[in-house]
């Protein structure tokens, strides 16, 4: 989202400034363009040379080259940007830009920006605590500054609390969802992803090598597009991060049904990602089967219940239902029965032919089929990207 975009960096005389590199690599590698103003004690902390090599652009600092006597103009920059983010900002600095006091390039830029300003505090928690402070960053707020609250934690000063800039990852995050279109909004959006685990004993199971990845991702893209997201998850690795998720753990397709069947009523779009087993021991042992003294133990084996399949015979006009399918061959017509047999609106198809996609790798490549037959085929890309592509689908095909 932030491909394109103008962004202003402006950094502060803190610590704090050597996390400001880190952000700037994020914000170019996400396209952004990126413009560092420092303060002349920003350049206590981090040189420009480092910041320049990594937006590939001179850093300015003061009003005019000391070279050649160029004078560079705030009021173009305020108007370049489509966004401003300062990172870090001290207290002087926040005090500076709540009142006024246009003393250096980086507060003229401020007071010149048109675009949307963020600003991510750094200083002892003494400092952040106190009233001026506060009441700086309250007149920011009021002037529509949106300020990437600190995280609590060890402090420079070996103190800890309320004060360490939040993390570069974090802001960049909150820039990206700034510019990401939430046409998702006010829409609740169901998800199953990860394998399912069908208990034999206590201590074994049937399951398989779903890595969840591919569900997390629509979980996400979802969730930053403006959608309420269930995630019902099966046994996985990875976490997810998102205020508009939540998380039901799971074991069993049992389990996994009875989760998506309590969120399926309110929903309005249900994303089938899950690897459910499709089957499970007739019953659980209920202490650990032994291998001495026994015969080699028969498992015997039911069928699991078909989540998608039972969600689409309860499906309400105007929900939508999107499965997943993994096929090794005759691909589109099994796909095609399944959006019958199911009640499918779409179905996702990935390749296990294609090398760097399928499970676990951070790689897909998928064709969606859609209840009239059409297929549309994308190219290999990451999971976030395909995420967004299966979510653009949903928006714009229904
Ligand atoms: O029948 P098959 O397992 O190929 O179907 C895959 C699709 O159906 C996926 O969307 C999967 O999440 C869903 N499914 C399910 N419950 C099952 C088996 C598959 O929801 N028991």
């Given at each position: 989202m932030l491909k394109g975009k103008h962004i202003?960096?402006?950094?502060?005389?803190?610590?704090?400034?050597?996390?400001?590199?880190?952000?700037?690599?994020?914000?170019?590698?996400?396209?952004?363009?990126v413009q560092v103003v420092i303060t002349p004690a920003g350049k206590e902390f981090i040189t420009p040379v480092t910041l320049s090599a990594l937006s590939g652009k001179p850093?300015?600092?003061?009003?005019?080259?000391?070279?050649?006597?160029?004078?560079?103009?705030?009021?173009?920059?305020?108007?370049?940007?489509?966004?401003?983010?300062?990172a870090p900002a001290t207290a002087s600095s926040i005090a500076k830009m709540?009142?006024?006091?246009?003393?250096?390039?980086?507060?003229t830029t401020y007071l010149s920006a048109k675009a949307p300003v963020f600003v991510a505090p750094a200083m002892d928690l003494d400092m952040m605590a106190h009233p001026s402070t506060v009441a700086n960053?309250?007149?920011?707020?009021?002037?529509?500054?949106?300020?990437?609250?600190?995280?609590?934690?060890?402090?420079?000063?070996?103190?800890v609390g309320k004060g360490r800039m939040?993390?570069?990852?974090?802001?960049?995050?909150?820039?990206?969802?700034?510019?990401?279109?939430?046409?998702?909004?006010?829409?609740?959006?169901?998800?199953?992803?990860g394998p399912t685990r069908e208990r034999i004993d206590p201590v074994r199971y049937i399951s398989n090598y779903s890595s969840g990845k591919m569900g997390y991702a629509i979980a996400l893209e979802a969730a930053r597009r403006g959608a309420d997201v269930t995630l019902v998850s099966g046994p996985v690795s990875i976490g997810i991060d998102h205020p508009r998720v939540r998380v039901v753990s799971v074991e069993s397709a049992r389990e996994m049904l009875d989760a998506s069947m309590a969120a399926w009523p309110e929903s309005d779009v249900a994303v089938m990602c899950a690897a459910v087993a499709d089957y499970a021991p007739a019953s659980a042992a209920d202490s650990k089967i032994k291998r001495e003294h026994q015969d080699v133990p028969v498992l015997h084996l039911v069928k699991n219940?078909?989540?998608?399949?039972?969600?689409?015979?309860?499906?309400?006009?105007?929900?939508?239902?999107?499965?997943?399918?993994?096929?090794?061959?005759?691909?589109?017509?099994?796909?095609?029965?399944?959006?019958?047999?199911?009640?499918?609106?779409a179905i996702v198809l990935n390749s296990l032919r294609d090398a760097g996609a399928g499970f676990?790798?951070?790689?897909?490549?998928?064709?969606?089929?859609?209840?009239?037959?059409?297929?549309?085929?994308?190219?290999?890309?990451?999971?976030?990207?395909?995420?967004a592509d299966i979510i653009d689908y949903i928006t714009t095909k229904n």
């Open positions: 202003i960096l402006g950094i502060c005389g803190g610590i704090a400034a050597y996390k400001s590199a880190t952000l700037l690599r994020l914000l170019v590698k996400a396209g952004a363009e850093v300015v600092s003061e009003f005019f080259s000391a070279n050649t006597g160029e004078w560079h103009s705030h009021v173009d920059l305020g108007l370049w940007a489509d966004a401003m983010v300062i709540a009142h006024g006091v246009a003393d250096n390039m980086l507060i960053l309250e007149l920011l707020r009021s002037y529509g500054c949106h300020i990437i609250e600190p995280a609590e934690g060890e402090l420079a000063s070996h103190l939040e993390e570069p990852e974090k802001i960049f995050d909150v820039l990206d969802d700034f510019f990401t279109p939430k046409d998702l909004a006010g829409r609740r959006v169901l998800i199953t992803a219940p078909d989540i998608a399949a039972t969600l689409g015979q309860c499906k309400r006009p105007g929900q939508i239902l999107v499965g997943f399918a993994l096929e090794t061959d005759h691909e589109i017509d099994n796909a095609a029965e399944k959006i019958r047999r199911k009640g499918l609106d676990g790798v951070d790689t897909n490549k998928v064709t969606i089929i859609a209840a009239d037959g059409t297929s549309t085929p994308y190219p290999l890309k990451p999971k976030a990207a395909v995420a």
